[in-house]
């Protein structure tokens, strides 16, 4: 049996756009809660959201922005991106979301390839002063950006105060509505060029998965830039009609769990750190998290004994899990809230309706047999448009027949659910051994005096490549790296066992909680030497 599946083909696809959307929202629902913003003590409906939504617009339209133009959005959670979303999406115009990580260099490049006309920020917060950095990436560059509005001050009242009528277009869920950065992992970011279609029929199939019915709310603490914010969260409550909950601007375990209690939240997202900063909170057990019932564990593998206290200790029976990337709008694959446990938390699931997965030998391309691993390649609906103004990145990320190159490595089950088992560019190869370190991250999850865990390739001179690991402990704890190893032998194999161990008490991580590995490989390499072993040429 080969490695391939395709979703169901029910539901049917959406073909709206999200002003329609919005408005059909708006009719249904007009006075249940569509945005609670916790830190700006803001409660709107979904008919005071249309309002909202459409005094932005109009303001867009004063501004002179046009279908097409592109208008960046460079803050953490706050009412105004959801507006802005909206406000985009009614005239034509294209979102830009900014990494509020980004720093000067990185926000000049954006600000120059993505041809942004208008730029909303925030002047600055605890993490940096946002309008210095500005200042910095527009100085010498000739920049198209005519706008710059700066939220929470009289300058989102003044272009509201100067909007115009703006003309509404035929709708077309085809149009490109949102460009996404990629992380930039290789090279400098790329913008993800994403539809109505894309977007709002991926929000309306992970809602499906979800069962997400009008008795939802959603408590939202993952960032808005992120795919897992301005698609997964307030795109799908906009499709279901139901409330989006800001807990903080950013993430914060507190905020989070008084959210929950406070709006009486049944769904509940985050990354795996997310999760795990909740559960380690020292009040955790104070907060009343019974309204809970499922949810969305994504954006970096799932440790299993993670999935399984969510699952427990905060009375999400029906929580999933979802894979995907930017360039899939963003799901691929996701789990059912009738999945058994064992499914829910060794697998991420089957493929979504309308969606097709193959698993591919990446050296020939061909489609390899059950239980194999290969990379992951998906096609559909979900496939976005290209990289912006970047054809050849293009044609190398989808192929002449539509397939979408993750890079990733999976296997596929009989039963069709699929196994990530890591980057393809992630995997460590020492001595000929295939080794892929979520399996090594799984097994050291196991030790009761472990909270974290993520494992690296560094170089080696004579193997090529050798095992690290970086582990936080829980707190309290203490072991030693023979202690480590000790708890390895016999239990497997003698080559996936870390040659080195260091104890941490942070990860370096994206704002969304992704672990950047490359920077542990890096700081790994200069720690202990490794230059030299590093530059070996390979062939």
């Not at 869920?173 to 992380?183: F, M």
């Not at 029929?201 to 939202?220: E, K, P, Q, T, W």
């Not at 008084?258 to 909740?278: K, W």
Request: glycine share 8%; proline share 6%; net charge neutral.
């Amino acid at each position: 049996m080969q490695s391939y599946a395709r979703g169901p083909s029910a539901p049917p696809l959406l073909e709206r756009t999200i002003g329609q959307v919005l408005a059909e929202s708006a009719a249904a629902n007009p006075g249940g809660d569509a945005l609670i913003s916790r830190h700006q003590g803001l409660r709107l409906s979904y008919a005071n959201l249309r309002e909202q939504a459409e005094a932005t617009a109009r303001g867009l339209w004063g501004l002179g922005i046009r279908p097409g133009d592109r208008v960046g959005m460079w803050a953490a959670n706050c009412a105004e991106w959801i507006y802005l979303q909206a406000a985009t999406a009614l005239t034509g115009a294209v979102l830009v979301n900014v990494n509020p990580a980004y720093r000067s260099h990185e926000l000049a490049f954006v600000l120059r390839q993505s041809r942004m006309k208008a730029l909303f920020l925030h002047e600055k917060d605890g993490r940096a002063n946002y309008l210095e950095i500005l200042g910095e990436a527009r100085h010498s560059q000739d920049l198209p950006l005519e706008h710059v509005v700066l939220l929470g001050t009289g300058a989102w009242d003044r272009m509201l105060a100067g909007g115009r009528p703006y003309d509404a277009l035929p709708p077309d869920p085809r149009a490109v509505v949102n460009i996404q950065y990629t992380s930039g992992t290789t090279g400098s970011p790329k913008g993800v060029l994403l539809s109505h279609h894309n977007l709002l029929n991926n929000a309306f199939l992970i809602g499906n998965a979800m069962r997400v019915s009008r008795a939802d709310r959603l408590c939202c603490p993952v960032p808005m830039y992120h795919c897992f914010g301005c698609v997964m969260s307030s795109l799908l409550c906009l499709v279901y009609a139901i409330p989006i909950v800001f807990p903080a601007p950013q993430f914060q375990p507190r905020a989070t769990l008084e959210a929950i209690e406070a709006e009486r939240c049944t769904m509940i997202y985050g990354v795996p750190t997310m999760f795990i900063a909740e559960l380690e909170h020292p009040e955790f057990a104070r907060f009343d998290l019974s309204s809970l019932r499922t949810g969305i564990m994504a954006g970096a593998p799932c440790p299993i004994e993670i999935m399984r206290r969510v699952v427990e200790d905060m009375h999400c029976r029906q929580m999933t899990i979802a894979y995907g990337q930017t360039e899939s709008s963003p799901v691929i694959i996701m789990s059912d809230t009738e999945d058994n446990l064992e499914v829910r938390v060794s697998t991420v699931g089957r493929a979504l309706p309308h969606t097709e997965v193959a698993i591919v030998d990446p050296q020939t391309g061909q489609v390899v047999e059950t239980g194999q691993c290969g990379e992951l390649r998906t096609r559909g609906y979900l496939v976005m448009q290209g990289y912006d103004g970047e054809a050849e990145a293009s044609a190398r990320a989808v192929d002449r027949e539509g397939w979408l190159r993750t890079g990733d490595l999976a296997v596929m089950r009989p039963d069709g659910c699929f196994h990530i088992t890591g980057r393809l560019k992630d995997m460590i190869i020492r001595g000929g051994e295939n080794i892929y370190p979520r399996e090594i991250e799984e097994f050291l999850h196991l030790h009761p005096k472990i909270a974290d865990v993520h494992v690296v390739g560094v170089p080696d001179a004579r193997l090529g490549e050798t095992v690290l690991a970086w582990v936080r402990l829980k707190s309290g704890e203490s072991m030693t790296e023979e202690e480590l190893r000790a708890h390895c032998r016999g239990r497997i194999a003698h080559f996936k066992i870390p040659q080195y161990v260091r104890f941490v008490d942070s990860f370096p991580m994206t704002v969304t909680g992704k672990i950047q590995k490359f920077r542990i490989r890096e700081m790994e390499i200069q720690a202990r030497g490794l230059e030299g072993a590093a530059g070996i040429r390979t062939a």
